[in-house]
């Protein structure tokens, strides 16, 4: 069964506004990474965020990690219309080969 | 530098038939992925191979193998296609130690159909 939950499932907003989405899992991680991807592609890694560590920015991006609540979060700051896509996030474990469990993904949309 | 590239990107299958999905990769990764992503699923790993030689199943492996021919290349095989395997198929490659989990590089994906 998929680990990570992904809230809202869909988001729709002015460009120039912020748009969060949130994550949420179940077990001890190792580190968590968010994805985008846009229609008909393949993912494109954004960010990772290791289980020590409470936030990280790249850019617009913003990520939070709360390993007491087992959740995380990515703000796109200033939002455009190209930021357009879906985002998933992905848990990783110790020892496991380097396995990803995703999540079921946010739809955003970002109307000019 | 090509990074992930799968063939072929579109395919029409008869249930029963059966077909191969290309991935190779040009970074030098030790780990390759097989994922499946279906509408409202997010994606699911089919099954992954660690290091050269060595391969383990996922959370969806039933109705498919896969075979590790080389560091670069990283084959998925359906023996007899079903319907319910319609779906995107992504190859992804990492690096990895063994320990830590590193970032995915995607392919661009297949896209199959089974009638």
């Known amino acids: 069964s998929q680990q990570g939950e992904e809230d809202p499932q869909a988001l729709s907003i002015q460009e120039g506004e912020n748009a969060t989405m949130n994550c949420s899992y179940k077990?001890?991680?190792?580190?968590l990474q968010w994805y985008r991807q846009n229609s008909g592609r393949g993912l494109v890694h954004l960010i990772l965020?290791?289980?020590?560590?409470r936030e990280k920015h790249s850019g617009r991006l913003r990520v939070t990690l709360d390993t007491s609540k087992k959740s995380s979060s990515l703000l796109i700051t200033a939002s455009r219309a190209a930021d357009t896509a879906s985002y998933f996030c992905?848990?990783?474990?110790?020892?496991?080969?380097?396995?990803?469990?995703f999540g079921q993904g946010t739809e955003l949309s970002v109307k000019p | 530098n090509a990074g992930v590239t799968q063939t072929p990107k579109f395919q029409v299958l008869k249930t029963g038939q059966s077909m191969t999905l290309q991935c190779a990769q040009d970074?030098?990764?030790?780990?390759m992925y097989w994922y499946r992503q279906d509408p409202g699923m997010g994606l699911r790993l089919i099954y992954y191979?660690?290091?050269?030689?060595?391969?383990d199943k996922g959370e969806v492996p039933n109705g498919y193998n896969v075979s590790r021919l080389n560091k670069r290349e990283f084959s998925l095989r359906l023996e007899s296609a079903a319907p319910s395997q319609t779906s995107v198929y992504f190859c992804?490659?990492?690096?990895?130690?063994?320990?830590?989990?590193?970032?995915?590089?995607f392919g661009p994906g297949t896209r199959l159909t089974v009638t």
């Open positions: 191979s660690a290091s050269e030689g060595t391969t």
């Open positions: 992905a848990t990783a474990y110790y020892n496991q080969g380097g396995k990803l469990i």
């Open positions: 992804a490659s990492s690096e990895q130690d063994g320990r830590s989990s590193y970032e995915q590089y």
């Open positions: 965020i290791r289980s020590n560590e």
């Open positions: 970074m030098n990764h030790n780990s």
């Open positions: 077990t001890s991680i190792n580190n």
